[in-house]
């Protein structure tokens, strides 16, 4: 561990310091020529924050012993220093945070063993597995393959970790857009999926968008907004509902009510592994009710507009 890097806490999007590591660029050409003369080197301590948010350090020490004067280290090899910056002002008393990145719960709980309430990066994965449990519930497999062959030839795929394929649900319970269009393609019609084939099998650079240009009579392939927009449909949205509701299924029998009541009883000091897992339980089936909502808002706007359209049509 870094000297004093682990003083603070993580806080996500909160944090007061960063820690950084400079270059000692400001030592004189008489302490260089001393260094020599000892014989001494200290390469880089590369001390920084990697794409995970973890605080990293390479220390490599070496010694040269009588050192040749016509070849002076390289540049790269002088030594670097650990410099903490206070980002913004702190009340006296108050405690002072460091990020270890920005990541969700789940990420936290695996590397650090805590979790956080009201992690904005927080997220919820369904794994495509659960995406084709539900498709096998409607179509045959031979359906549900196809469909999924269309999808990659198309060139979508999922998140990927460890050999495992999922779909990302964010903190608001929006779906990742790969979701979407898989779910929409496993929904379209016989014709339009011949269509798409037969498309995608002589143009080489024939994609989904093209297809819904020509379904919405656009003059412009859509942007990946309008997209978005085009492939929620109102059953799209109820497959979004289904797939929410066997996600939930994972977390067992009790209800998120029961989760949030062990919760407020629960104690960290007394239980910490029980109560980050609590709040990670929670976090995810809170981000699952707004999947939920999401989609359902959308459905309930479908059948206004249906209902709109039928009172036109009596008019």
Not at 101 to 125: C, K, S, W
Not at 233 to 243: F, N, P, R, S
Not at 258 to 281: F, G, H, V
Not at 292 to 313: H, N, Q
Request: proline fraction near 3%; include cysteine; charged fraction near 30%.
């Amino acid at each position: 561990m870094v000297p004093l890097a682990d003083l603070f806490n993580h806080k996500t999007g909160a944090e007061d310091v960063h820690i950084t590591s400079v270059s000692s660029h400001h030592e004189s050409d008489d302490d260089s020529d001393d260094d020599s003369n000892n014989g001494n080197d200290y390469s880089d301590a590369d001390i920084s924050e990697d794409g995970n948010g973890q605080l990293s350090q390479d220390l490599d020490k070496n010694s040269h012993g009588d050192m040749d004067m016509e070849c002076p280290p390289a540049p790269e090899e002088e030594p670097t220093v650990l410099e903490m910056i206070l980002i913004k002002d702190v009340k006296a008393g108050d405690e002072v945070y460091n990020t270890y990145g920005n990541m969700g719960n789940a990420a936290l709980l695996h590397r650090y063993g805590f979790t956080e309430e009201n992690n904005p990066y927080d997220i919820v994965n369904i794994d495509i597995e659960l995406v084709l449990e539900w498709s096998n519930s409607l179509f045959s497999n031979r359906h549900s393959r196809a469909r999924v062959g269309m999808w990659r030839r198309l060139n979508y795929s999922g998140c990927v970790s460890q050999d495992s394929e999922y779909f990302e649900i964010s903190y608001d319970g929006e779906p990742q857009l790969e979701l979407i269009i898989l779910l929409y393609i496993m929904l379209l019609s016989d014709d339009a999926y011949h269509i798409l084939d037969l498309a995608a099998s002589t143009e080489q650079d024939y994609n989904l968008d093209m297809l819904l240009s020509e379904k919405e009579k656009l003059q412009e392939a859509p942007t990946p907004e309008l997209s978005k927009d085009l492939m929620v449909t109102e059953g799209v949205c109820k497959a979004l509902l289904e797939l929410a509701d066997i996600r939930e299924r994972l977390y067992g029998p009790n209800s998120i009510r029961d989760d949030i009541e062990t919760l407020n009883t629960c104690r960290c000091s007394e239980d910490r592994k029980l109560y980050y897992t609590l709040i990670l339980r929670v976090c995810e089936r809170r981000i699952l009710e707004k999947l939920r909502r999401y989609a359902s808002l959308k459905v309930e706007a479908f059948g206004r507009k249906k209902g709109f359209t039928r009172r036109d049509i009596r008019v």
